[in-house]
């Protein structure tokens, strides 16, 4: 139930980020100074903000913008932990031990602050924000990923595909890494709120997606100077993240107990 | 003597995470695209100027050679002067420490007070309101942006209705007449017998710490409550509860007792987060600590005080953990 929840939030999130030019009344850059700082009402549902944008259509924007850099984050780190995690599970040894303390101690550091810290220095941006959350994020995945492949690395076929001769790599990369998949797959949905969290830390404090792009972080940010009066220009965008980020919480609990009942 | 290596072990492997956690500096310092000698000297400096700045600050020498300075004058608690405040790094975060840890501790407080019996009782009523309302509680907790809930507080609490204190540690006002003996403005107020101040200190506070302590509060109610069930599913609490023990008896005396092993291990971790999670708290409160001392110097680029916030939040995180472990290997018989 909650799965189901979860995941139809997600999925109207993605389909209004896909589809905001059809959907959203205005221009998420459209300003209308006469109309700054609107009350909520029929002309603008979310009401405007400091320059007179539509609130509603910047949050439908801002979709395209929070849902890009999660799938990216996800693009760029499943691969690096399921790569460490699969060669540390397979090789085992010294490999093993190297790689898993690399991950424990990247596990031990601040993520948050971590990821400001890259972004200062590599300056703002959604790029550098997404290579900055990406360098914290990927160690969950080579733990999950290594303890995956270790009950896979005396299987029959492997040792088949040994004997065969194929290389250490090709058993990583083609039997191991697929079968290991799944379960980073279940752990990404439930750090995607994390994610969301971070990517709307950044753009709060002015490191992510610069002005004018609708990023929902950014806008609480201006929202700030207004919020005494004008509560709904940092109300919103606050409840978006808060709704998308719940989404992807209900959705990877239910993912991770249907995967693991004794969690049940 | 088994016991003394896996106490050595669980130090060493602290220190090991500091190591990298120092490394992570010194890289993010190496990737900064400014030139750290033309940041000094200017972009006119002649060729012969640039060179001898360069081997004065020990560029010249190969990079492990400068992470091993790197790390000696961290170890001496050297982390370079600030471009923004001009003081030593080190001296602008120990002015600014005693309010991030106080408002940490605060909201750990809170989160343990309410988190816990949270936990507790949603794992005693199971499935019913009591549970239902603690995990919807909780989850929303994992799902809202720390900072985002603190300008909905201030807007609420602070301006529509008026019951706590604005931003900042204390009025204004009686911001001078506190002498500052411990930097834990609540403590040196009470210190000072100043009754006012105290008022506005703790007024102050109020509202951050709830909005802080609500976070450690979803993760210590949601880890409580599930240790709670795990043990209620153990025998021992059925032969209690065939004894004719009252169910609190049953819940606080016997099955708690087995609580509190973990829980110093998950009240670290939530203490730990909320060093980190202050960071972004501190800026909506306008509350002086390392939080606000890094968002300040993020902008302006200025490196040497982010990082050395970086660094010491960091170590702090991994001091808070290591103790943790080490409490957890006193207190639990087995490990002994």
């Known amino acids: ?264 | 003597m088994k016991a003394a290596s896996r106490t050595a072990r669980i130090i060493a492997s602290a220190a090991l995470t500091l190591l990298g956690l120092l490394l992570a500096t010194f890289l993010i310092a190496r990737v900064v695209p400014i030139d750290p000698v033309i940041a000094i000297l200017g972009d006119r400096a002649s060729a012969s100027s640039y060179e001898q700045t360069r081997k004065e600050l020990g560029l010249d020498r190969p990079l492990y050679v400068q992470f091993a300075r790197y790390v000696a004058s961290a170890a001496r608690g050297d982390f370079g002067r600030s471009a923004l405040t001009k003081n030593p790094v080190a001296q602008d975060i120990g002015r600014f420490f005693p309010a991030t840890i106080e408002l940490a501790t605060g909201a750990t407080l809170l989160g343990v007070l309410f988190g816990v019996p949270a936990g507790i009782y949603a794992a005693a009523r199971r499935g019913r309101l009591t549970d239902q309302l603690t995990r919807a509680l909780g989850l929303f907790g994992y799902s809202v942006p720390v900072f985002w809930l603190g300008m909905m507080a201030l807007v609420l609490f602070y301006a529509d209705l008026g019951w706590a204190a604005g931003p900042g540690r204390i009025d204004a006002a009686l911001e001078d007449f506190v002498p500052r003996v411990t930097g834990f403005i609540v403590i040196d107020a009470a210190l000072a017998g100043d009754g006012d101040a105290l008022r506005s200190a703790l007024s102050h506070l109020a509202l951050p710490a709830l909005v802080l302590g609500y976070f450690s509060f979803a993760y210590i109610s949601r880890m409580t409550r599930s240790f709670m069930l795990q043990e209620l599913g153990q025998e021992y609490i059925v032969a209690a509860r065939a004894k004719g023990l009252s169910e609190r008896r049953v819940l606080w005396v016997h099955a708690f007792r087995n609580l509190r092993l973990p829980l110093i291990t998950v009240i670290a971790l939530a203490y730990a987060g909320l060093l980190e999670g202050s960071v972004l708290t501190e800026t909506v409160f306008s509350w002086p600590g390392i939080g606000q001392y890094i968002t300040n110097s993020l902008l302006s680029i200025d490196m040497n005080a982010v990082l050395g916030g970086t660094l010491v939040i960091g170590a702090m995180f991994i001091a808070v953990n290591l103790i943790a472990d080490l409490l957890y290997r006193v207190l639990d018989p087995r490990a002994r």
């Open chain 1, 1 to 264: 139930m909650t799965v189901k929840l979860g995941a139809s939030i997600v999925v109207l999130a993605a389909l209004l980020a896909l589809a905001a030019p059809l959907l959203a009344p205005y221009g998420p850059d459209a300003q209308s100074l006469a109309d700054r700082l609107q009350q909520p009402g029929s002309a603008h549902w979310l009401g405007t903000d400091e320059l007179g944008r539509d609130i509603l259509s910047r949050l439908i924007y801002g979709a395209r913008v929070t849902l890009g850099i999660v799938a990216l984050v996800s693009v760029v780190t499943a691969p690096i932990g399921l790569l460490v995690g699969c060669v540390a599970g397979y090789f085992g040894s010294w490999v093993e031990a190297v790689l898993m303390r690399v991950t424990d101690v990247f596990l031990a550091l601040p993520r948050l602050i971590l990821a400001l810290a890259f972004v200062a220095a590599l300056g703002p941006g959604i790029v550098n924000a997404v290579l900055a959350i990406a360098i914290v994020s990927w160690p969950p995945y080579a733990r999950v990923a290594r303890a995956e492949s270790l009950t896979l690395r005396h299987a029959e076929f492997i040792d088949a595909a040994r004997l065969a001769g194929a290389s250490g790599g090709r058993i990583v990369l083609r039997h191991i890494m697929p079968l290991c998949l799944p379960s980073v797959i279940v752990r990404m949905s439930l750090d995607m709120a994390g994610v969301i969290l971070i990517a709307a830390g950044l753009g709060f404090l002015g490191l992510g997606a610069q002005p004018p792009t609708a990023e929902w972080g950014a806008m609480i940010a201006s929202g700030r100077q207004y919020m005494l009066d004008h509560w709904w220009v940092a109300a919103m965008p606050g409840i978006a993240i808060a709704v998308l980020s719940l989404a992807f919480n209900l959705l990877g609990d239910g993912l991770r107990d249907w995967l693991d009942p004794k969690q049940r």
